[in-house]
């Protein structure tokens, strides 16, 4: 298959592009012992494997039931991601992708859609989910507080993630606690092409920040001892959020 050719020119080995290929043919997520199960393979190479493809962003770790399992994150965005980080191949290898494009689609099957959870540690990993909102392009709507921020989450968004949303033409509404820095906030809305409404501060102690975007909800703890980010991908999780903030909205000032 011309996909594996392509994760074979970036650097994958054999066992590695049919780990991933396998992913990528099943629906949810997976133990690595049931990826080994199904291509007959000793476990703890499936499994260290697998650690190998969730460090070139090709898989995902995640936690079900209390047990480690991983599923392939996007194709479309993720391999050709690493396509650039291969600049002496770009030209074969990014030709090979596209022309590969169906065959990963054909792979994939019409079951049942299992919601995704991607959880990231850190402030990369805060910055990891922002940058998730500019690659799905839609509107943001977001509940936040800029008072509970940390200083270099401030720096990242104000001089990185907002004005290239803004480049983007991502518009963001925001719900936001009523007091200094959120006033501070607010009075950008025109410039960073942003609609920012308050709550009353006592009935809305928000201390971490959720946005919704497309098919996706994406919750941040930025404070600068307990940091991480996590996304929920799910049509039904994100209509009905957006259904609250959207009554929130409609109350707010």
């Known amino acids: ?23 990528i043919k099943s629906s949810g997520a997976h133990p690595a012992s049931v990826i080994a199960q199904r291509l007959k393979m000793n476990r703890t190479t499936v499994y260290k494997s697998l650690l190998r493809l969730a460090k070139m962003s090709l898989v995902v770790k995640t936690m079900k039931h209390g047990v480690i399992c991983f599923f392939a994150e996007d194709p479309d965005k993720n391999i050709d991601a690493l396509l650039t980080s291969r600049k002496a191949k770009l030209s074969f290898v990014s030709e090979l992708f596209l022309e590969s494009i169906s065959e990963i689609n054909n792979l994939q099957r019409e079951e049942l859609y299992t919601p995704k959870v991607r959880y990231y540690e850190g402030i990369e990993g805060v910055k990891r989910v922002y940058e998730d909102t500019l690659i799905e392009g839609d509107s943001i709507y977001a509940f936040e507080n800029v008072e509970d921020m940390d200083i270099e989450i ?3 968004l104000w001089n990185n993630y907002v004005p290239r949303r ?25 410039e960073f092409l942003r609609e920012t409404r308050f709550l009353p501060k006592g009935k809305f102690p928000i201390e971490i920040e959720m946005n919704i975007y497309g098919k996706k909800v994406a919750f941040f703890s930025y404070k600068h ?11 039904s999780i994100a209509n009905t959020m957006r259904a609250i903030f959207n009554l929130c909205w409609k109350i707010a000032e």
């Open 225 to 235: 001892n307990e940091m991480f980010g996590v996304i929920i991908e799910s049509s």
């Open 1 to 23: 298959m011309k996909i594996k050719q392509v994760l074979l020119e970036l650097g994958l080995t054999d066992p590695e592009a049919s780990i991933y290929l396998q992913l």
């Open 166 to 190: 803004t480049d983007k033409g991502i518009f963001a509404y925001a719900l936001t606690p009523e007091n200094k820095d959120n006033e501070d906030f607010r009075s950008k809305d025109k």
């Open 154 to 156: 401030q720096d990242y």
